[in-house]
Nanobody, 123 residues
């Protein structure tokens, strides 16, 4: 059973940085594409970024391009999201998700979800 646990969220001022981590247990992530999905209060879930199983391809939502970077370390069974130049509109719960197919920013295409980590950006 694949389990995903996120960490690294917190409160940061506008313009600051945070690095989210997500570590998997139960199975190896070598064959899974991974993504970060976020949900702000009162809003629908939004795909932020995804990365293919070998890390060779990534994709980003337009709202975070140039500010966020996704990466993974399969040896550590971990995926990261480096978030720079944070804005108040980045405030949300960030979920780490996995699926056995290609990279996608559609939240509905992911079967495995972590519990989420809160990111709050103050103005």
């Amino acid at each position: 059973q694949l389990q995903l646990v996120e960490s690294g969220g917190g409160l940061v001022q506008s313009g600051g940085s945070l690095r989210l981590s997500c570590t998997a247990s139960g199975v190896t992530l070598d064959y899974y594409s991974l993504a970060w999905i976020r949900q702000a209060p009162g809003k629908e879930r939004e795909g932020v970024s995804c990365i293919t199983s070998n890390g060779g391809s990534t994709n980003y939502a337009d709202s975070v391009k140039g500010r966020f970077t996704i990466s993974r370390n399969n040896a550590k069974n971990t995926v990261y999201l480096q978030m720079n130049s944070l804005k108040p509109e980045d405030t949300a719960i960030y979920y780490c998700v996995a699926r056995y197919y290609g990279c996608s920013l559609s939240p509905n295409e992911y079967q495995h979800w972590g519990q989420g980590t809160q990111v709050t950006v103050s103005s």
